[in-house]
């Protein structure tokens, strides 16, 4: 038998309210064999730079098929809705630069459009909820074989928004980076190259001396968790191969008060 489609869905919506649900029943109205895997809803609201960087780690775990992504707060702007083709599917969301970096991170987009069509979206009563009225519908067309140029008007797909996302220096011996994602256990991931540390003749074992803020803490390169002591926050390569500040059994985050930086 034949697999059945399959969206991977991303929002800021959370799980208080029915907006998952409904964009649920929307594509499996339009689509009944549809498998959709939630990836996550708990984007912070608005912010579209931790909606993109989570899809960018998660888009090569993905199964072929449809990802959309709905973290929008320009709804109802001139913002375009976009769905644009890759290798082996498709994305569907704004253009605000939620999509860019996973699209990149699937080899680039092909074919693009805006999505216009009035047969494959919902009457909307207001302005505010692209993610039922456009995107889900889209998503599901897409995903039940509806030609992407049926969903609307071409772009160039080179023409996306790009992500902001934040690019490391290296100044007087030091690498200056930012804090991308802070996971539930309070692990702060930079976006920090291991190769930028082994670069100023840092190696597993050695000793860094890291400055948040104002203050200046030495801490330890190691290869696993439970390599730290007990509470102890060190530096280790996370499993997306980023530097990340990680204790054993604490939180970094809480520990050191670090907190993501704002695009």
Do not use: K
Not at 48 to 56: N, P
Request: hydrophobic share 45%; net charge negative.
């Amino acid at each position: 038998m034949d697999a059945p489609p399959t969206v991977s869905f991303l929002s800021d919506y959370g799980r208080a309210d029915e907006f998952v649900g409904v964009c649920h029943g929307v594509m499996l109205r339009i689509e009944p064999r549809l498998r959709i895997i939630d990836i996550t809803h708990d984007i912070p609201p608005h912010d579209v730079r931790a909606g993109a960087l989570a899809l960018a780690r998660a888009v090569q775990y993905l199964p072929e098929g449809v990802v959309l992504g709905v973290v929008d707060p320009g709804v109802g702007t001139d913002r375009r809705p976009i769905a644009v083709g890759v290798e082996g599917g498709f994305f569907v969301g704004p253009d605000n630069g939620l999509l860019a970096p996973a699209v990149a991170m699937a080899g680039g987009a092909t074919a693009g459009v805006v999505l216009t069509s009035e047969h494959h979206r919902l009457p909307a009563p207001g302005a505010t909820f692209d993610g039922r009225d456009v995107f889900a519908p889209a998503a599901a067309a897409l995903a039940s074989g509806v030609d992407l140029g049926e969903l609307g008007d071409a772009i160039d797909p080179l023409s996306l928004q790009p992500g902001l996302l934040p690019l490391t220096r290296v100044e007087a011996g030091a690498v200056h980076g930012e804090v991308l994602w802070i996971d539930r256990f309070g692990n702060v991931q930079l976006n920090i190259d291991p190769e930028e540390l082994r670069s100023l003749g840092l190696e597993v074992g050695g000793v860094a001396e890291v400055r948040i803020g104002e203050s200046t803490r030495p801490l330890r390169w190691v290869e696993a968790y439970g390599a730290a002591r007990s509470g102890e926050a060190v530096l280790l390569v996370d499993s997306y191969g980023l530097v990340s500040v990680a204790p054993n059994q604490g939180s970094a985050a809480d520990e050191l008060g670090i907190r993501p930086a704002q695009a």
